[in-house]
């Protein structure tokens, strides 16, 4: 019983990790006031560079890194479309969406089927790691883990208590009146969908080189989406990301405890999709009054400098 | 920067066109570097994509083939677009309409003639579509859900739901170990052309139903409303437009119109419910394209819907006659789309070139 529940929450973790990097990464780009929908075509593209870079290397460590400046290169697409060229905003990040899965399809079509001779290995953190139960969930993980929580807690502080944070706020709730007070809009709009892709590249990079360890179209399955509707749940916050993440992490791992009673894998496989949906609906009926408040003001509204 | 940028009031439509082939030419153009990457010639591919699409009789019947949803969806997107109601869910409501045919045709089928049970899948499929298309607008206008998120996640619950379908309780009891459901009955399918997989009584109904909703979005009081909540929601709600009836109108026609594309599909092409990346393909989103090319015109829909089943038609060609992967078609689209936005900002903005003062 102890293994089983051990083996579950283990699991959570590991399936939560990628869903909590891409929804750190779309708090920042939403926070400064951009809505990125591109989320699957970047995580894509972080999974199969992470996975190519992986592959020919021989070193895990330099497919994340390839994943993360990946995902940050194909998000310069969606800053210049809206913030230079003030293109909408929905509209962009599906192209890019399309782009990624695109792109990575055809980059990574010599490598399906084959699997990584390597894979992000687990670290044992000495004496934690011994601990029943809690020690095998959270301290025998891959390094993606201990890097995901160590950047939530990262990017929570800098929102929270920095300048930095208030920075890319002020952006997203009143460009004007940042940018009296002499804060470059545009270059904070830009940086913050930048570390939105590098985010979301990583997340790309965990699934193919350390949950899995092979590459397949579409292995994103949806999750740049859940993470698009992770951030809504998680009211901009990133201490509320990671709650968010692990409980969709959960659902994931539920398909497969619940394959052994009989029920179609096909119904199973709603499973992800129509909790998000519910969430929503939850959050919609409840707080609606708080969720408009939380959401940064001029979200998806292009900025145009000087404008009165 | 000597640059500077003002917002344009006005556009001809001499300039509008202009623009809009720039963009697609850029587009084009940016798609021939990804050729060249993998070692094709870019002129000669582009060359092939419009010669085996329109420069034959064989390719321009598959071409005329893949129009049709194209046409039916990106007609019906055009509408929700109009009220900038971001549907991405074409692709299952699409599957609705197929799945709403599929029992109808096979249940009522055998016992029905064909001048009855055929009218009867289309309005079914475009029941199927038009409500999966309303649970969004509700979504929307009651709870404040984004669309794109909510019509996503209604994507893969639909496509995991015609999987456990013919699967499990639909499996044909002909078709063994096929994930497919029995053959409709022959009576009840489309007559097609000789030698081809057009229906042109299919054909005409998709131009028809492209030419209503332009009528309706440019000449009625609803499309006025449609419009008005697009583009000045404060407005409409002082006009006293009901948000909430015109919004879900307008998802069970732009979702219905989706359905009766997946019940074409059903009827001229597949015959019967099978995997879903069978039943459509990718024709919901690639019909975004073809409603944003269209200036999100309804009717224009009809140029731009078979301009890209061109594109699908030639890029499976030149896909297998240069061994290009799959996703070529994605990359095709997602680039093109870019292209198309970028140029908005030519048609919205004057880019002028100013000394600086003092």
Known sequence: ?308 | MPFVTLPREKTTAGFTAAVLFGSLFAGLCAVGIVFLAYGVNPFYAIYEIFRSSFGSAFGFKETITKAVPLIFIGSGLALAYKAKFWNIGAESQLLWGAIIATWIGLNWGPHLPGFVVIPLMFLGGFIGGGLWGVIPAVFKVKFGINEVISTLMLNYVAAELVKYLVVGPWKGTTKYGYPYTDDLPDHALLNLLHHTRISVPLVIFAVLVALFLCFVVYRTRFGYEVRVIGENPEAGKYAGIDFFKTTVLMMAVSGGVAGIAGVGELLTIHKHLSYPETISAGYGFTAIIVAWLGRLNPGFAILSGLFFAGIIVGGDAIQISMGLPSATVNVFNGLILVFLIMGDFLLSHRVVYKRRAN
């Open chain 1, 1 to 308: 019983m102890t293994d089983m529940i051990t083996s579950i929450l283990t699991r959570t973790v590991v399936a939560g990790t990628p869903l909590l990097l891409g929804t750190l990464g779309e708090v920042i780009t939403e926070r400064a006031g951009i809505l990125n929908l591109g989320v699957e075509g970047m995580m894509s593209v972080g999974a199969v560079t992470g996975f190519i870079v992986t592959f020919t290397t021989g070193n895990p460590w330099l497919g994340m890194i390839a994943a993360i400046i990946a995902g940050a290169l194909i998000s310069l697409l969606h800053s210049f479309v809206t913030i230079t060229l003030r293109a909408n905003q929905v509209v962009s990040g599906l192209a890019l969406t399309m782009l990624g899965l695109g792109l990575s399809g055809l980059w990574g079509k010599p490598y399906i089927g084959r699997p990584l001779p390597v894979k992000m290995n687990h670290v044992n953190i000495p004496v934690l790691s011994d601990i029943p139960i809690l020690g095998r969930v959270l301290f025998s993980q891959d390094p993606y883990f201990y890097l995901s929580v160590a950047l939530g807690i990262m990017v929570w502080f800098l929102m929270k208590h920095t300048k930095v944070g208030i920075t890319v706020r002020s952006v997203g709730e009143n460009p004007k009146a940042a940018e009296t007070l002499g804060i470059n809009v545009i270059l904070v709009k830009y940086l913050s969908i930048m570390a939105g892709g590098a985010f979301a590249g990583m997340a790309g990079a965990h699934l193919s080189t350390a949950y899995s360890k092979s590459w397949i179209e579409g292995m994103t399955s949806g999750r740049g989406w859940i993470v698009i509707a992770l951030t809504i749940f998680s009211l901009w916050e990133p201490s509320k990301a990671f709650l968010g993440a692990y409980i969709f992490g959960g659902i994931f791992v539920l398909q497969y405890v619940l394959q052994p009673l009989g029920i179609s894998p096909n119904l199973l496989a709603m499973l992800p999709y129509l909790t998000t949906l519910g969430v929503l609906l939850f959050y919609g009926m409840s707080k609606t009054g708080k969720r408009k408040m939380s959401a940064p003001a001029t979200l998806g509204e292009a900025y145009i400098r000087g404008s009165r």
